[in-house]
């Protein structure tokens, strides 16, 4: 828990996924479309992957665990999240607040 937690905090958005994840794809393109330069992490090519992605899973409580999007250092959630949010209109302000976005 220790690791993901210092991961999240090394950038203003970090994207944990799995290369071979469509969704994870799909939600670390969202954030490039719109101009954020986001930390992407992808578990199975950590050595350290599978214990990660089982403290993701437990900091989310139920699965998958990918992908799972902090921004501000802080666990936003994974793809219905991210994309309920973008389409609320709430996803940009909260990366203009963590200074991922500067427009």
Not at 4 to 30: D, G, N, P, Q
């Amino acid at each position: 828990m220790d690791r993901v937690m210092k991961l999240a905090s090394e950038r203003a958005v970090v994207i944990f996924t799995l290369s071979s994840c469509c969704m994870c794809h799909t939600v670390t393109r969202l954030f490039c479309d719109l101009g954020v330069n986001a930390l992407v992490h992808e578990l199975d090519q950590d050595p350290r992957g599978k214990e990660m992605e089982r403290a993701l899973l437990k900091l989310l409580g139920r699965g998958p665990p990918v992908p799972v999007v902090f921004i501000g250092g802080k666990l936003v959630g994974g793809t219905n999240k991210i994309m309920s949010l973008h389409l609320g209109g709430e996803l940009i302000p909260m990366l203009k607040n963590a200074g991922a976005l500067w427009l």
